[in-house]
């Protein structure tokens, strides 16, 4: 076992972990906590994969930026214990050993995948640098760059719209 | 031997995803619910890097930045819309939010 496989052990089992506890939770804070946990995971793991830019961005924008949205929400409605209610039978019965099956299915698809198996994702290859990132994201997707820039305009309009208090 | 194979990526971008849609499904709080829509959208990142490293292209890191750009935007709105929700209401079970339901 090499560094890089013990760290994609450790950092996807953290990454799982996460996730259960998000479903597991009660109180939507530890909810927002255990997401804090699958986003820093998953950082580490862009790190390994050579990615270092969306590493960042990815504790800035998503563990930083919109994890303190989710908690300053959270806290603003006081939100407490959600409560519990009962499914209907076809939920409980149907839906849920269809959803493990089909997660399973998924896994093992891809766990046995011939075509996925055969490309690995060497260390030998250098990483992405940010420089490469920019001048692919500057020349080649400059269009959808500056659409982002009236996407996140329009967002903070509706933003303020829905959240100011009525007349 | 250093080079983990992309599949282990997938698979655990796969788990992630299905974990993301059970909880969306069986959350009942509606921050809880749209938390549940943000570790779907990670999941699918993890996925978009691993394809981009295996192919050893840049596109797909792309697309991880403007898919966190359009996350960032969709949660600004949502908490809106939650707030807003939870100020007409005064709950924030998805179970009350039954209006539209014939």
């Known amino acids: 076992m090499s560094v890089p496989f013990v760290l994609f052990f450790v950092c996807g089992a953290l990454a799982v972990t996460g996730a259960v ?3 597991a939770a009660r109180e939507p804070i530890h909810s927002a906590l255990a997401l804090v946990l699958v986003m820093v995971a998953l950082a580490v793991l ?5 990615a270092p830019f969306i590493a960042a961005v990815q504790i800035i924008v998503y563990a930083g930026a919109i994890m303190v949205l989710f908690v300053f929400v959270i806290m603003l409605l006081n939100a407490g214990v959600e409560e519990r209610t009962d499914f209907s039978a076809i939920a ?11 997660i399973f299915w998924a896994a093992h698809w891809l766990w046995r995948s011939q075509a996925a198996a055969a490309i690995g994702t060497s260390a030998s290859i250098p990483a992405a640098s940010s420089h490469d990132l920019s001048v692919e994201l500057f020349r080649q997707y400059l269009f959808p760059f500056e659409a982002t820039s009236i996407l996140i305009l329009i967002a903070i309009l509706g933003a303020l719209v829905l959240a100011r208090k009525e007349q | 031997m250093s080079i983990i194979p992309v599949s282990y990526y997938l698979v655990l971008s796969a788990v992630l995803f299905g974990l993301g849609v059970i909880a969306f499904v069986f959350k009942r709080n509606i921050i809880t619910v749209f938390m549940s829509i943000e570790l779907m959208l990670n999941a699918v ?3 978009f890097v691993a394809f981009a490293r295996a ?6 890191l792309v ?14 709105v949502g908490l809106a819309l939650v707030i807003m929700i939870a100020q007409n209401r005064q709950s924030l079970s998805v179970e009350r939010m039954n209006h539209l339901k014939f």
């Open chain 1, 21 to 23: 506890l998000v479903i």
């Open chain 1, 46 to 50: 862009y790190l390994l994969l050579g």
């Open chain 1, 92 to 102: 409980k019965y149907i839906g849920l050993p269809l959803g493990f099956v089909l």
């Open chain 2, 45 to 47: 990142n993890l996925a």
């Open chain 2, 55 to 60: 192919h050893n292209q840049l596109d797909g």
């Open chain 2, 63 to 76: 697309f991880v930045f403007f898919v966190i750009v359009v996350a960032a935007a969709e949660a600004a």
